[in-house]
């Protein structure tokens, strides 16, 4: 296992300069996106360029971001204190998988989009090892919390900005879909997984949802990037109502590189 200190990843081999107007940002974005492994799949998205990883983080390679939503740190301990015993090794693996992202892709920027902990008092049951990777992380990293409804009171110690909400480059970060809303919108919450029948198999592949209004705005629902966590059939009713006012929905999955689209739902004509 990594250390707590192993983390603390060679930024600065992905650094360029930046202090640039658009044309120039615009080719860094692209030069960033070129050493972003195959695993990431790039897709338009309200008029900017992001990666989607099989991993289930999504990289803003023009914002030098990287975002996760429903980390969800802690589960496995809020069930064992409630007599359901599962391996305790949750937190860890969600924390390296997401460090190992940040690697990858070179991001300056974390932005978790809720949930970040099972419960409020999950922070409190961290073990030493999990509490320095995430302390190494936020002292590293440009680092933004958005809270959820599983940690509204998300305790101040480790570091970062603590933000209901957040709006960049015209798309606005939360936790939860808001219905009726026209403004291009990432969020979290729902878990969704698309579930196909192949060759006679039931396969589930946690996905990302999104939504397209008649009007050509856009809304997506990230996967849950934490390790225990479930999910939620991607054409739910409740995430195709969340995803409203749309004209059509579908489901992306990363697959080498290329980005597979499934649809889920369409207005009727």
């Known amino acids: 296992m990594p250390s707590a200190l192993s983390i603390r990843f060679d930024i600065d081999q992905v650094n360029c300069v930046c202090g640039c107007k658009t044309l120039a940002k ?13 695993m990431f799949a790039p897709f338009p998205f309200a008029g900017h360029e992001l990666l989607l990883g099989a991993g289930r983080a999504l990289y803003w390679p023009a914002e030098r971001a990287l975002l996760v939503a429903d980390l969800h740190l802690e589960k496995a301990s809020w069930f064992a204190v409630r007599g359901q015993m599962l391996p305790p090794y949750d937190s860890r693996d969600t924390l390296e998988r997401l460090a190992d992202a940040v690697k990858q892709t070179g991001a300056r920027r974390v932005i978790t989009l809720g949930d970040n902990f099972h419960d409020d008092a999950g922070a409190l049951r961290l073990d030493a090892h ?14 933004v919390w958005i809270t959820g409804n599983h940690d509204e009171a ?9 933000l209901p909400e957040l709006e960049i480059g015209g798309i606005t970060l939360r936790h939860e879909a808001r219905t009726g809303e026209t403004r291009p919108e990432l969020s979290g919450h729902y878990h969704p997984k698309m579930r ?31 390790a225990l966590t479930g999910g939620m059939d991607a054409g739910a009713p409740e995430i195709v109502a969340a995803l409203q006012p749309a004209g059509q929905i579908e489901a992306l999955i990363p697959a080498r590189g290329q980005m597979a689209r499934f649809p889920l739902w369409r207005a009727a004509a």
């Open 154 to 162: 998300l305790p101040r110690g480790f570091g970062g900005t603590i």
């Open 196 to 226: 196909m029948t192949v060759r006679n198999r039931h396969i589930a592949r946690p996905c990302a949802v999104l939504g397209r209004g008649e009007a050509g705005g856009e809304r997506m629902i990230l996967p849950a990037f934490g």
């Open 26 to 38: 615009l080719r860094c974005a692209r030069q960033l996106q070129g050493m972003v492994p195959a």
């Open 130 to 143: 999990c509490t320095g990777m995430l302390e190494a992380l936020t002292r590293a990293l440009d680092w």
